[in-house]
């Protein structure tokens, strides 16, 4: 059975810093592009960041990009999502994701291309 399964989310004042993990079982994801989504309530899931397969590749949301660097341990079959600078608006649950397909060229920043969710991580900002 594959599983995604985040950690790292808590409580956390206007500024600090945070660093989320996700740690995959039941296959490994080496040669598939990762991701990070967030959804606030009553909003619609987001994209974060993402890396590619080859380690090569970074995208983020403009809102956050010089704030968080995502990162991916292949001997681990994790990838980290390190935030700085945390605004009490990114209060929101935080999934990880694995793409459909491997070796994809590019980065996607879409839901659509995402298979594999975990149940999520929440990260709470606090003013």
């Known amino acids: 059975q594959v599983q995604l399964v985040e950690s790292g989310g808590g409580l956390v004042q206007a500024g600090g810093s945070l660093r989320l993990s996700c740690a995959a079982s039941?296959?490994?994801?080496?040669?598939?592009?990762m991701g990070w989504f967030r959804q606030a309530p009553g909003k619609e899931r987001e994209f974060v960041a993402a890396i590619s397969w080859s380690n090569q590749t970074t995208a983020y949301v403009d809102s956050v990009k010089y704030r968080i660097t995502i990162a991916r341990d292949a001997a681990k079959n994790a990838v980290a999502l390190q935030k700085n600078g945390l605004r009490p608006e990114e209060t929101a649950a935080y999934y990880c994701?694995?793409?459909?397909?491997?070796?994809?060229?590019?980065?996607?920043?879409?839901?659509?291309?995402?298979?594999?969710w975990g149940e999520g991580a929440q990260v709470t900002v606090s003013l």
């Open positions: 039941g296959r490994t994801f080496r040669n598939y592009g």
């Open positions: 994701a694995a793409e459909s397909l491997s070796h994809r060229t590019g980065i996607s920043r879409s839901r659509e291309a995402y298979h594999y």
